[in-house]
């Protein structure tokens, strides 16, 4: 008899395995931590080993031998599993399509809303699920999303059983009030850093931040966030009532409201939000490729209508 009883049980482990921690693995699957440990303390225990070493910290958890020895085999048999689960799927014609989009890119990209998308396409019902970028990736992952778009700081994406298509880029942009509006229209980042000013930061689109920050550390400097938020409202609010200037990528300020002026950045290196049309290979084969096809050629369309180009093209 099968000493695992739960599959689930392998897919949190994988998870913990690759965040490196308990509590990064509860982040991207959406779970709790005590979650986390309880199912690895049960794969423990049914398999009589120890597959994680925790750190003292609390933060931390690597692999034991045990641990890369049952993951080694885990990965093929959850793989293996999910293409049961696909070849059934090819033998339900009315299986619903999933996309998947952070919420500034609705914003960004179909201002008059998704009913363009989320009409049935060939038979499908399509459904939309709005995640932030990192989300998106362990959605697609798990091969619980279709198609849609995501963002990265990286010059490109690669993941299995998916395609990535780079359709456009947009710079780091700083929002400042208007009375504090530069005399050249632009302001240096590397500057900011070094004189420590106050920065409220978007949090939709941490990962380009976060690049920023790497980038800035090897000139020995940092950013100094003092607020951060995902409403972009409030992220308005916050630069106009002095907090700090605002930093974040041309797509997410967009349209500033009036007092605040949208600075560019002086330098041409620095990281940049990168926008990716992505696609699940395996769906794309099956009965929904159709409507997979039709949804990835709207996603383009947007992206040219209000970029005036497509860098896929």
Same mark, same amino acid.
């Given at each position: !008899? +099968?000493? @695992? #009883?739960?599959?689930?049980?392998? #897919? @949190? /482990?994988?998870a913990a395995s690759e965040q490196g921690s308990f509590s990064g693995a509860a982040r991207v699957l959406g779970i709790t931590q005590p979650a986390?440990?309880?199912? &690895? /303390?049960?794969? #423990?225990? %049914?398999?009589g080993v120890s597959l994680f070493d925790r750190q003292e910290s609390g933060h931390a958890? *690597?692999?034991?031998? =045990?641990? /890369? $020895?049952?993951l080694a085999h885990a990965i093929t048999a959850l793989d293996e599993l999910q293409g049961v689960v696909d070849d059934l799927g090819e033998l339900k014609r009315d299986r619903h399509v999933t996309v998947g989009m952070p919420s500034t890119f609705v914003r960004h990209y179909f201002p008059q809303g998704l009913d363009a998308l989320t009409s049935a396409r060939h038979g499908h019902p399509v459904e939309i699920v709005l995640h932030d970028s990192d989300r998106l990736r362990e959605e697609l992952r798990l091969r619980r999303v279709d198609v849609g778009m995501l963002a990265s700081a990286d010059r490109g994406v690669a993941q299995p059983h998916a395609t990535f298509s780079k359709v456009a880029s947009h710079p780091l942009t700083v929002a400042v009030r208007e009375a504090d509006?530069? =005399?050249?229209?632009?302001?240096? $980042?590397r500057g900011l850093a070094r004189l420590q000013v106050p920065v409220v930061a978007f949090s939709g689109d941490r *990962?380009?931040?976060? /690049?920023?920050?790497?980038?800035?550390?090897?000139?020995?400097?940092?950013?100094? &966030? $003092?607020a951060e938020t995902?409403? +972009?409202? !409030?992220?308005? %609010? +916050?630069?106009?009532?002095? !907090?700090? &200037?605002?930093?974040?990528?041309?797509?997410v300020l967009g349209q500033a409201p009036?007092? @605040?002026?949208?600075?560019?950045? +002086? #330098?041409?290196?620095?990281p940049v939000l990168n926008v990716f049309v992505f696609e699940d290979t395996v769906r794309a084969h099956g009965p929904e490729r159709q409507a997979l096809a039709s949804i990835s050629r709207q996603l383009f369309a947007a992206v040219r209508q209000r970029e005036g180009r497509c860098l896929a093209d």
């Open positions: !008899m +099968l000493a @695992i #009883e739960n599959v689930h049980d392998l #897919e @949190i /482990a994988r986390v440990s309880q199912s &690895v /303390a049960r794969l #423990e225990r %049914q398999l958890a *690597f692999l034991t031998d =045990a641990g /890369a $020895v049952l509006r530069p =005399a050249g229209d632009a302001l240096s $980042v *990962f380009l931040r976060l /690049a920023l920050d790497r980038y800035l550390a090897r000139e020995g400097g940092r950013i100094n &966030v $003092v995902d409403q +972009l409202d !409030m992220f308005y %609010q +916050l630069v106009l009532a002095g !907090m700090g &200037v605002g930093l974040s990528s041309g797509l009036g007092g @605040i002026f949208l600075a560019r950045a +002086l #330098e041409d290196d620095l």
